[in-house]
């Protein structure tokens, strides 16, 4: 599989389309652009966000998963409802076997749910058969996990653009250019993974996730396998990328640091949300996770 030639120029930086770049029509569409994406504006803890809005990008409402009958049963998650709006980063954090990761699967549509209902933007997950839940993900969704998943014979560009290509759609270059550009990229796009670093095979994640343009970003444990720094800077790129394209990110992690990049926090202990932070600090958030310690240890 090869890339367009139309997607990169002699240094392997994507660039916009020939048309784009004459003047007055650059101008049109950044103007474009800026109508897409939220302005930026700066929260209660000095961090730049943007502005929110009231839609929600995923739903849930009094969410039950089980697993086994009779005595083998176990309820990870017990009447759940929460949602996730539209350009903000939330965090889900909780003990384990809190039900973190059972609600994130069940709401991307990766798990099946035992009752209630999960929304994608106005989909209802419910019911909906394999074939739909599979085009759902693929237009709807993006996802970020631990192991990069990145196919070891195709450049970073590829990788990128790969499930647009299986899809068979074109990717939009201009906002290719823009999510390169946002996670620092630029000068990597011909390598292969084994050429990169683990934070930058994890930032050609990020990109992938962003560049088909999902409603919502499901993120699980995107840090769990890089060092302090490559973490700080995924983080980093998946907070630009609400702030600076408008992105909606919902991310599972078991670190306060890491959670202290979203927007909002939500907490969850035996399958059910105990708390909603807004604005965390790396010390908010670890002061509530020290409470869940100290309940286990008198429980």
Same mark, same amino acid.
């Given at each position: 599989m090869t890339s367009s030639p139309r997607a990169l120029t002699h240094d392997g930086e994507v /660039?916009?389309?020939?048309?784009?770049?004459?003047?007055g029509v650059a101008a049109e569409l950044m103007a474009l652009?800026?109508? +897409?994406?939220?302005?930026?504006?700066t929260n209660h803890s000095g961090v730049a966000t943007a502005t929110r809005t009231t839609a929600?990008?995923?739903?849930?409402?009094?969410?039950?998963?089980?697993?086994?009958?009779? +005595?083998?049963?176990?309820?990870? =998650?017990?009447?759940?409802?929460v949602e996730f709006r539209q350009a903000q980063f939330t965090a889900i954090m909780g003990p384990s076997g809190s039900g973190k990761s059972t609600l994130m699967h069940c709401m991307a549509g =990766?798990?099946? *749910?035992?009752?209630?209902?999960?929304?994608?933007?106005?989909? +209802? =997950?419910?019911?909906?058969?394999d074939k739909k839940l599979t085009q759902l993900r693929r237009d709807k969704i993006g996802f970020i996990f631990q192991a990069f998943n990145l196919l070891p014979t195709l450049t970073a560009l590829e990788n990128i653009t790969l499930p647009?290509? *299986?899809?068979? /759609?074109?990717p939009d270059r201009a906002w290719l250019d823009r999510v390169v550009k946002t996670v620092g990229l630029a000068d990597r796009l011909k390598h292969r993974p084994s050429? =990169?670093?683990?934070?930058?095979?994890?930032?050609?994640?990020?990109? /992938?996730?962003l560049a088909s343009r999902p409603e919502i970003i499901f993120a699980d444990e995107p840090t769990g396998n890089l060092d302090s720094r490559s973490g700080a800077e995924v983080l980093g790129f998946l907070r630009n990328s609400v702030r600076e394209l408008g992105?909606?990110?919902?991310m599972v992690t078991h670190d306060p640091v890491a959670a202290s990049y979203a927007d909002r926090v939500v907490f969850?202990?035996?399958?059910?949300?105990?708390?909603?932070?807004?604005?965390?600090t790396a010390d908010t958030v670890l002061e509530r996770m020290k409470g869940f310690d100290a309940k286990a240890r008198t429980s």
């Open positions: /660039r916009l389309p020939f048309a784009a770049r004459i003047p652009v800026r109508q +897409e994406h939220p302005p930026v504006t929600a990008a995923a739903r849930a409402t009094d969410l039950t998963k089980v697993y086994g009958q009779g +005595e083998t049963q176990v309820v990870a =998650l017990d009447a759940v409802s =990766l798990d099946s *749910i035992s009752g209630g209902s999960a929304r994608i933007g106005d989909i +209802e =997950l419910t019911g909906l058969k647009m290509d *299986i899809a068979g /759609r074109k050429q =990169l670093s683990g934070g930058q095979q994890q930032r050609v994640a990020v990109a /992938r996730a992105q909606t990110v919902v969850l202990a035996d399958g059910r949300i105990v708390d909603d932070m807004a604005g965390p």
